[in-house]
């Protein structure tokens, strides 16, 4: 089975701060994906990876920035934190053989 | 972006009854993927669909693909309280991107 993980459930930041939000996979998927998702607005791609060192802009990447040092992980970087940026942020593989994407459990965060 | 709308966009019903989930586009997509999220967890795939006109179904959920693969519509026959959930749809285009709709909040009464 495909496994996401991501380095918090819950996240209490202030603003100004630097956040970091982490996802690892361990399938050696090329791709990666962070999402932002909020009430009545449904899943927002922020940033997404092709491979290594690889970054794209997705749909809303103000105030986000993202790294891809090592296949397996894919970081989301805010870095200086405001608090229209609390939200729950959920990253995704897509696997080929499937052709589908998988999600992380997400990462609630709130930024005071 | 290609935008996807789903309606409704809230949905309560009493348990053994039936609800149908749509989702609606004016752009057409390679595929349209439908995932249940429950509190605190990522999306989970729940089918994807391909062909236009293709029907599937799971257990008691059946799954459409328009013609013109716009548009997609959900079925759950006799839902019963597990089938309680947030429900997405997603479209594929470019190179492995998906389109959300802001999804459908399903709560079945027990």
């Known amino acids: 089975d495909v496994k996401v993980t991501q380095s918090s459930r819950y996240l209490v930041k202030r603003t100004g701060e630097k956040v970091f939000l982490e996802c690892v996979q361990d399938m050696d998927h090329e791709n990666m994906f962070w999402y932002r998702q909020d009430p009545g607005l449904g899943l927002r791609l922020i940033y997404f990876?092709?491979?290594?060192?690889?970054?794209e802009k997705g749909d809303i990447p103000e105030g986000y920035s993202v790294s891809r040092e090592k296949k397996e992980r894919f970081s989301l970087i805010l870095e200086s934190a405001s608090t229209n940026q609390t939200s729950m942020y959920l990253c995704a593989i897509h696997s080929q053989v499937r052709d589908t994407q998988y999600f992380g459990p997400g990462t609630r965060l709130t930024v005071l | 972006t290609q935008l996807l709308e789903q309606s409704p966009q809230f949905l309560s019903i009493q348990e053994g009854e039936n609800l149908t989930v749509y989702c609606n586009s004016s752009s057409v997509f390679s595929s349209l993927q439908w995932y249940r999220q429950e509190p605190g967890e990522g999306p989970v795939l729940l089918v994807t669909v391909v062909t236009g006109g293709e029907v599937k179904k799971l257990k008691r959920l059946t799954f459409q693909f328009g013609d013109a693969r716009k548009d997609s519509s959900l079925h759950i026959t006799a839902a019963q309280p597990g089938d309680t959930g947030l429900y997405l749809c997603a479209g594929a285009w470019g190179d492995y991107k998906l389109s959300f709709g802001a999804g459908t909040t399903v709560t079945v009464r027990a």
């Open positions: 990876s092709y491979d290594v060192k690889m970054k």
